[in-house]
Structure formats: C-alpha cells, structure tokens
C-alpha cells in the first residue's frame, strides 16, 4: 500500500491511529458537513473503528482517504479522498477538504489534487475521475478547473441548506 506522496509544501500519507482527533474535528465541523455529505456527528468510538480499518487496499474498500499534511510542521492541514473507486469501469470520485479557513487559498488542495490525479491515472490506471460540487463553491470549481475538470451536469435543486435547495454540478476529468 502507498505510505506517502510528496509534493513542494505538502504530503499524502495514509491514515494512522493519531489522526483520531483530527479527523474527529473535520466531521464534527458543521460549517463543513455541506461539502461532505454529512448531516450527524460521529463519534470518538466510530471514527477510531474506521481509523482500524482504513489500512484496507482501495481495491477492498473501494474508497482510499489521506492525510494532508505540511512538509514543514508535519501537521494534518486537510483530508483527500478517492471515493466509489470502481476498477472496471476504471473511475473514481474525488474531494477534498482544508481543515481551517486560514490555511485554505494557500496552494496546498491545489497541489493535494494535482498528486492523486497523479496518483489515480498512473498507478491505480484509472480512466476518469468526477467530483460533486456545489454550483456556489467557486473556489473549488476554480480548483478542479485548473486541472481540467469539466462540468458535464447539473443535479438540480440537489442540496438543501437550512430549508432552501441549491444546485449540484458534476465535473469529471478523463486521462488523456
């Protein structure tokens, strides 16, 4: 199983038992439940089950969730995920998230992204990847559009925040 990817000012890395309290904090983060499907907090005894299981190979979990982390402090800034990994049809979904709103903007989901689009089209030789973005996010539209993502939907009225429905765009990125 991959251990680390490493980039300029960051690196991926697989998730380890001490991430419990980190990973904690981002699901238990209701400013960002939105972009991660989330509606109910998770538990201490919850996260630490799937922290138990999360050495499991993509092939087996058909999912694949690394740490974010600065090259410099070593410290978590954020979380990647590949998701719904599907080897026959050879695509994945992706997203990511920055923990604090004081270290996003600063480049480090740019280059998260721009390693495990490596990651999946080189090594797991996936065809496609697709993320699921909120029509109002710019700053991850602008993101995944860097690399080329192209949004190909829009799932109408698909999320509901406080009693009011907002738009969903697919964007997907085929290797080339």
């Known amino acids: 199983m991959m251990q680390t990817l490493h980039g300029n000012s960051i690196y991926l890395r697989a998730l380890e038992p001490e991430d419990l309290e980190f990973i904690y ?57 590949l998701f719904d990994f599907d080897p026959v049809n050879r695509r994945a979904g992706v997203g990511i998230i920055i923990k ?10 740019k ?24 029509e109002e996010n710019a700053a991850s539209i602008a993101l995944f559009s860097t690399f080329g993502f192209q949004k190909i939907g829009v799932k109408k009225d698909w999320i509901c925040r406080n009693g009011e429905f907002f ?10």
């Open 25 to 81: 904090a981002v699901e238990n983060d209701e400013a960002i439940w939105e972009v991660s499907n989330t509606i109910t907090p998770y538990s201490r005894f919850l996260i630490r089950q799937y922290l138990e299981n999360a050495q499991q190979d993509i092939f087996e979990a058909k999912q694949l969730r690394l740490a974010i982390c600065s090259r410099t402090s070593e410290e978590a800034l954020g979380l990647i995920d």
């Open 111 to 134: 280059e998260a992204l721009q390693l495990v689009i490596n990651y999946a089209f080189h090594h797991l030789q996936l065809h496609q990847l697709y993320a699921n973005i909120g």
């Open 167 to 176: 738009d969903e765009a697919l964007y997907q990125l085929l290797q080339k």
């Open 100 to 109: 604090n709103e004081n270290e996003r903007g600063k480049g480090y989901g």
